[in-house]
């Protein structure tokens, strides 16, 4: 039952596991009782409880689908976002038709980092349930394209080697070999088993972090 959960819920895609919509969030919630009772029950068939599971992972997928080419369809089962901000002041209204209280309003300002209300020209409640704030353009901080400052693209960090375990296709995608690294460990002062975390960037660029003794 368990693999077999895992089985469809990779099926679903990364998206339904990274956010859920009200029609996931019902899906997710209905398998969680369906899932329990050929557990808990020795005599009771397996296929009893994995037939009901599949036949909602596959209604889910056909709305799933249908949503993705009827906009009709996508709003009336999932909704449309909510402005809860309009240039620094609040949408009362919208607040309490979504029962979206100014605790948590706050809460979602401090975790992403602003700090003044007024510098927030919209703020959407999406529909899954997470606030998107944009502040106004004068307020965010500035670039380096706006600042005209030329900035050598590093790219993104490879992990070389994670809990003293060499990751051998990162070594090879980053363009480096065995040579490199063992002067990278060298420098510093490192040995392969001994290396907690190290990355390269695109501009060879390394980070490493050596393993600390945990009492």
């Excluded at 596991?17 to 557990?39: C, H, K, Q, T, W």
């Amino acid at each position: 039952m368990y693999f077999s959960l895992l089985l469809f819920l990779r099926l679903l895609g990364k998206r339904q596991l990274g956010e859920m919509e009200l029609s996931e969030f019902l899906v997710a919630s209905l398998i969680a009782d369906l899932a329990a009772n050929p557990l808990q029950d020795i005599g009771m068939p397996m296929l009893n409880g994995l037939i009901p599971i599949a036949t909602l992972f596959c209604c889910e997928l056909l709305i799933s689908s249908l949503s993705m080419r009827s906009i009709r369809l996508r709003g009336f089962l999932f909704g449309e976002p909510s402005l809860l901000i309009y240039h620094g002041t609040i949408n009362q209204r919208e607040m309490v038709k979504n029962r979206f209280t100014l605790d948590e309003l706050m809460q979602e300002m401090r975790s992403q980092g602003v700090r003044d209300l007024a510098a927030v020209e919209y703020a959407f409640l999406e529909t899954n349930g997470k606030l998107s704030i944009l502040p106004y353009t004068s307020k965010q901080p500035p670039s380096a394209e706006k600042m005209n400052i030329p900035m050598e693209n590093i790219g993104f960090p490879r992990i070389l080697i994670s809990d003293g375990r060499l990751i051998h296709e990162n070594l090879q995608k980053s363009g480096h070999d065995m040579t490199w690294l063992q002067q990278q460990l060298s420098e510093h002062g490192a040995e392969l088993a001994g290396v907690f975390l190290m990355t390269v960037d695109d501009a060879s660029q390394v980070y490493c972090v050596k393993k600390e003794l945990v009492k």
